[in-house]
Structures are given as C-alpha cells and as structure tokens.
C-alpha cells in the first residue's frame, strides 16, 4: 500500500474457483455463470502493508469490469430511494450541524465538500443549513442527478486549493484505488485548520480473520472482492492521514453535543453508554485536521 513497502500475502484465490465463486454468486443478485468471463483468469490476492498494516487487494476492476460491477452487479443497494428515510436525514443533519460546528464560522461562510456523494443528499442538507456546499461523485448517473437538485458538482481533478473547511467521506475510501494520492488531494484543498471525517468499515483483525476465512459471514465485509479495495485499522487510518500530513484529532464533545438534533431513541442511548460519548454523532468515523 505504501509505495516503499514490501507486503505479505494474507489470501489468495482464483475468483472462478470456490470459495469466492460462490461468495460472487450469492453476494450479488445480477451475477451469473456467465459473469465469470468479465473476470477472466483474475484472482482475489490480499495482501498486508508491512509499513502501516492497511490491507488492500491487488486486483482493481477498471473499464467495463468497474462499469459492470457498480452498475448492475451491486446496483440494488445504491438507488434513489436509498437513504430516503427519517433515520438518514436526522444522522446526516447532526454531521452537517457538526461540520458546521468544526468550521467554526457563519454558515454562510462555512464551505463544505463531500466526497463521493452518490445522489448528493449530504451537499444537499448542508445547502439547506446556509453553507456552501460542493460534492464529487464518480458516477455519472448520481453527479448529473445532484447538479439538478443545486448541488456544486465538481472533480477531484479541480478541487480548489485551501477552501474547505470540512470534507466529508463517507463509506468511499474503503473502494479507491489510491487512496493515499486521493487523500492527499483532499488535504490540499483543506482550508488551514480544516477537518476531514472519514468513515470506512472497521479493518481491525482483518488478518487473523483471514486465517480462517468465512467468506458467507460479514466479518469479511472490510475486503469485499472486487469492492473494498483497502481494509484500514486504527494504524493504517493514522498513517494515511499522516502521509496526508494530517493530524489525527477527536473533535471536542461539545461540538458533538451541540449537533445533536432532538431526543435519542433508546438504542442510541445505549449505545452512547457503551461507547465514548464523542462517538455518538459520526459513530466509527475518523477525524483528520489539516495544520492551521
Ligand atoms: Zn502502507
């Protein structure tokens, strides 16, 4: 992962061969017999950054492959109506609320991006709190359908330099192909003193698991073939913020108490209590800030 360290191979398989040609087949819906060929003589190969610990696979679908796989394999879970509920607004508004926290200044003077936004509903709530608000998305179909609900679409390619005071990215390191070089991006068009949430899912153990895999169990979702490209733990997220020069940074709980929208169910109570209490808004994500 890191360019100057050697890895160690954790797993490796063919993906027409079992176990991962049946995981492939039950895992998406829209993927038959016949798919195989899309992957040719392609094989799952995991391998562990001796450097940072982050472990990453060595076979990235490009081209139709890429198309195919986020376009109609695993187009079920990623259409319009996902996130159209109560439960994702009122989380997505406590972010918003504490990106504006973080950015410290009026809305109106507060400039966010999220990236990855699928359908944009994050840029969105931010526009709706007063904020200028931007978005890049990979995908053409959701970045032309955000730019027709308001939202500033733009590239990771013409980010502007030192502007924002908070970027978002949520659930999208986990399937880049450079993360490092994407993050570096980022941090550069961080305003000084800017913040970066991300949120990828949990890589810790991801090694010992792989000892004896079981792949029909989600304990494997960090390295989904084909989609989670890079599996970070606690270490590799510091590292690549680091690389990034970023620091890793807890916002204070009374950012996170002042974004808080209304009276918790019972489970987030609970949940509250079993964790930190900072980690009751944006639970699981990691905060980077760039040097003010
Ligand atoms: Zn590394």
Known sequence: ??????????YRCRFADPPIREYLLSFYPGFGEEDFA???DGELVLEECSRCSAVWQRFAPAGRLLTTLYETWAAGDGGLDRHDDVAYHRAAGEEVLLALE???????EACVLDFG??????????????????????????????ATQGV???????????RFHFINSEQVFEHLVEPRETLRRLADSLAPGGWIKLAVPDGSGIAEKLEQPDWSSRALNPVAPLEHLNAF???????????AGLRRVQPPLAAFYASTIGLWPPKRIARGLARPLVRRVAPGATFFRAAL
């Open 102 to 108: 973080l950015a410290g200044r009026r809305p109106s």
């Open 152 to 162: 500033n679409v733009v590239s990771l390619d013409e980010l502007p330099r030192a």
């Open 1 to 10: 992962m890191c360019a100057t360290a050697p890895g160690r191979t954790l």
């Open 38 to 40: 899309l992957l040719a």
């Open 233 to 243: 733990g606690r270490p590799a997220l510091a590292e690549l913020g680091a690389q």
């Open 117 to 146: 936004m699928g359908w944009g509903r994050w840029p969105r709530l931010a526009a709706a709190f007063g904020m200028q608000a931007f978005g890049v998305e990979l995908s053409t179909a959701q970045a032309t359908y955000a």
